[in-house]
T-cell receptor, first 116, second 114 residues
Framework: AQTVTQSQPEMSVQEAETVTLSCTYD???????LFWYKQPPSRQMILVIR??????QNATENRFSVNFQKAAKSFSLKISDSQLGDTAMYFC?????????????FGDGTTLTVKP | DTAVSQTPKYLVTQMGNDKSIKCEQN?????MYWYKQDSKKFLKIMFS???????INETVPNRFSPKSPDKAHLNLHINSLELGDSAVYFC?????????????FGSGTRLTVV
């Protein structure tokens, strides 16, 4: 079974600064995907960024980028130029790409507060 | 156009009642899911359907029964509601593994059992 661990329950950052959220995972699978989802106070779950495990290049989406260390099973999210609208709970998630495709394992979440 | 829509957004009901939550997606995805998010914000999968067929059925009380009349719809019926069923229930859909893999979530249904 897969596990996903987010060791930082809460974090805060000043507006315009950079923050990194940590995530580690454990799996014996070779074909998988990793994701970061954002859940603002509105409750809506939004996919922020995805990383395919077989790709060595780290994924980026505008101000969001990941540091994917496959051997260390680490998948951190970096948010640059933090904005007030980034205040949300962030979930790291693992999803199999093989026989168990579809089922996702989520971390417990990190609550990020961006301060003005 | 809303990609994954759930109704209702809020549901307050008494213990012992039966209620349903509806979900529809217009993304053409084959796979749909129900997730439960508890008061501590932990997300846990309940069910998954692929093209109307049940493929994931986690350890969930049999008071919960999903139904998928077609691949665009996945409903959740809950019998004999209990206080512990209070949570936010999310519907989601996904395409097969590939460059667009990942969940598209509905806006959630906050269920409160009193």
């Amino acid at each position: 079974a897969q596990t996903v661990t987010q060791s930082q329950p809460e974090m805060s950052v000043q507006e315009a600064e950079t923050v990194t959220l940590s995530c580690t995972y454990d799996t014996s699978e070779s074909n998988y995907y990793l994701f970061w989802y954002k859940q603002p106070p509105s409750r809506q779950m939004i996919l922020v960024i995805r990383q395919e495990a077989y790709k060595q290049q780290n994924a980026t989406e505008n101000r969001f980028s990941v540091n994917f260390q496959k051997a260390a099973k680490s998948f951190s999210l970096k948010i640059s130029d933090s904005q007030l609208g980034d205040t949300a709970m962030y979930f790291c998630a693992f999803m199999s790409g093989g026989a168990n495709a579809g089922k996702s394992t989520f971390g417990d979440g990190t609550t990020l507060t961006v301060k003005p | 156009d809303t990609a994954v829509s759930q109704t209702p957004k809020y549901l307050v009901t008494q213990m012992g009642n039966d209620k349903s939550i509806k979900c529809e997606q217009n993304l053409g995805h084959d796979t749909m899911y129900w997730y439960k998010q508890d008061s501590k914000k932990f997300l846990k999968i309940m069910f998954s359907y692929n093209n109307k067929e049940l493929i994931i059925n986690e350890t969930v009380p049999n008071r919960f029964s999903p139904k998928s009349p077609d691949k665009a719809h996945l409903n959740l019926h809950i019998n004999s509601l209990e206080l512990g069923d209070s949570a936010v229930y999310f519907c989601a859909s996904s395409s097969p593994p590939g460059p667009n893999y990942g969940y598209t979530f509905g806006s959630g249904t906050r269920l409160t059992v009193v």
